[in-house]
């Protein structure tokens, strides 16, 4: 079973047998769409075999380029079930609030016995995704994993806007802010972005996916603003693909050939 989360930022690929992942692959979502858009006729045709993967499997597709992108002979699973799906079978729970940051898009989604319940997504503003982290980070002079390692005396950031985030942390440095503080005041930024959909959709668990769960210092500040327990799953950024593969193989053995138009 191969599952494809394109999104905004990365297309993974996830090859699994039996539960099992066998094989991963991360790609540039432009670079990939470059390579394989138009071959198709309308639809994105992709040569699994030259991608290093079986061609026999099945392919189910998730993801936030699959709005408007359709793979050719792939099943095409709701962007919300996938990841509620990669999140249950990665952490072996079945009630939590699960916090997804993507390149371009947050995602929260509240489960209950394995399945969404509620969820809220802010899709509208990159102040509230990954691509804000990545430009401060260059602002700052710091590599994403630099910046996840701050987390106390955050400076005030008062910017809604990752484009005038960029003048505000200039005049903190003009200031004399430290380096340590305004890297911190970025993570308690984000966390702020997105603490309201958390708290309306609590739950004792958080747990955290997408490429922004590697960011150790978020994790720390949203278990002390919220004092629940919060845990990242062990791939977060395959959960998307890895939630793809599990209900592939799902419908494999109830012989079913279309994904659920619910959550």
């Known amino acids: 079973m191969i599952g494809l989360d394109m999104g905004s930022r990365s297309i993974k690929i996830v090859q699994m047998n039996k539960s099992t992942v066998i094989d991963s692959k991360i790609y ?3 670079s990939f769409y470059r390579r394989y858009g138009g071959q198709g006729k309308g639809n994105l045709r992709i040569d699994l075999g030259e991608l290093g993967f079986e061609e026999r499997d099945r392919l189910v597709a998730t993801g936030y380029g699959k ?12 962007e919300i079930q996938a990841h ?11 009630n939590f609030t699960l916090l ?3 390149g371009q ?4 989604v509240k489960v209950r016995d394995g399945r969404a319940v509620d969820f ?4 509208r ?22 910046l996840s390692s701050y987390s106390e005396d955050p400076a005030e950031l008062n910017s809604t806007c990752a484009i005038f985030g960029e003048t505000e942390i200039i005049g903190k440095i003009v200031e004399g802010c430290s380096l340590p503080n305004l890297a911190a005041g970025v993570n308690y930024s984000l966390y702020r972005r997105c603490s309201s959909m958390l708290e309306q959709l609590e739950s004792d668990t958080i747990i955290l996916a997408g490429g922004v769960a ?10 002390k603003e919220t004092s629940r327990e919060v845990l990242c799953l062990p791939q977060p950024q395959l959960n998307g693909a890895i939630g793809c593969c599990i209900f592939g193989e799902e419908r494999t053995s109830t012989g079913g050939n279309h994904a659920s138009s619910t959550c």
Do not use: W
Request: net charge negative; charged share 20%; hydrophobic share 45%.
């Open 28 to 30: 540039d979502t432009i």
């Open 67 to 78: 709005i408007t992108v359709q793979v050719e002979g792939a099943i095409h699973l709701p």
């Open 84 to 94: 509620v799906k990669g999140a249950v079978f990665q952490s072996g729970l079945l």
């Open 100 to 102: 997804d940051i993507g």
């Open 105 to 108: 898009d947050t995602k929260v």
């Open 120 to 123: 809220m997504t802010n899709d």
């Open 125 to 146: 503003c990159a102040a509230s995704s990954g691509r804000y982290l990545e430009n401060m980070a260059a602002i700052l002079g710091l590599t994403l994993q630099e």
């Open 214 to 223: 590697l960011n150790v210092a978020l994790k720390r500040i949203i278990e």
